[in-house]
């Protein structure tokens, strides 16, 4: 069964640096893994969606990788700003999910602050 | 920007009730999903529903549970006799087609069972 880790589960810093968030999936057999965001107590917001045959993907200050052989995914964030506080979560379609080849399987996120 | 909508965005009840969550996706979308995310735990996938039927479900999914497109926009997701566990955030999604595309999530209904 897919599982995905998302590492740290939490992280605190200052405005400005640069931060990379990790995930981790066991079953390599994936089509494509997304990166969300998630403010509290609401809807997902898909951030990048990276295709198993692509090794990155970026979108303004976010740049996503994919190491499908290895099973890791990293999201890179640039000169982070306060509004970028949330939760960040890692998501792979295909290996057996539960969901066969078609449903989303989550990592738990990671709670990211950004200090003004 | 097309986006996922439903509704209600909170809805309380008793144990034992019928509860109907509802659904509009985006209008283009041939892909429909329900997943839900338990108050600090992982977002789980719940049912996958292509072309009026099912074409996915996880072990969640039993026979408490089933789904609909009543109509041409609607998608809703029926839950027979509710129980304390079944309080979670519900999503909605849908996707064009199953081809390597992204999936839209909703916002979200907030489903307390007291």
């Known amino acids: 069964k897919q599982e995905v880790t998302q590492i740290p589960a939490a992280l605190s810093v200052p405005e400005g640096e640069n931060l990379v968030l990790n995930c981790s999936f066991t079953?390599?057999?994936?089509?494509?893994l997304q990166w969300f965001r998630q403010d509290p107590g609401k809807g997902l917001t898909s951030l990048l969606l990276?295709?198993?045959?692509?090794r990155e993907q970026t979108s303004g200050r976010l740049n996503a990788s994919l190491d499908k052989s290895s099973g890791r995914s990293t999201l890179y964030i640039a000169a982070s700003q306060p509004g970028d506080s949330a939760t960040y979560l890692c998501?792979?379609?295909?290996?057996?999910?539960?969901?066969?080849?078609?449903?989303?399987?989550f990592g738990k996120g990671t709670h990211l602050i950004i200090q003004p | 920007e097309p986006e996922v909508t439903q509704t209600p965005s909170h809805q309380v009840t008793q144990m034992g009730q019928e509860v109907i969550l509802r659904c509009v996706p985006i209008?283009?979308?041939?892909?429909f999903y329900w997943y839900r995310q338990i108050l600090g735990q992982k977002v789980e996938f719940l049912v996958s529903?292509?072309?009026?039927?099912?074409?996915?479900k996880s072990e969640i999914f039993d026979d408490q549970f089933s789904v609909e497109r009543p109509d041409g926009s609607n998608f809703t997701l029926k839950i027979r006799s509710t129980k304390l566990e079944d309080s979670a955030m519900y999503f909605c999604?849908?996707?064009?087609?199953?081809?390597?595309?992204?999936?839209?999530f909703g916002q979200g209904t907030r489903l307390t069972v007291v």
């Open positions: 999604a849908s996707r064009p087609d199953r081809v390597n595309t992204e999936a839209f």
């Open positions: 079953d390599s057999a994936i089509y494509n």
């Open positions: 990276i295709q198993s045959s692509q």
């Open positions: 998501a792979v379609r295909g290996g057996y999910s539960g969901g066969g080849a078609d449903g989303l399987t």
């Open positions: 209008s283009n979308h041939l892909y």
């Open positions: 529903f292509y072309n009026n039927e099912i074409s996915e």
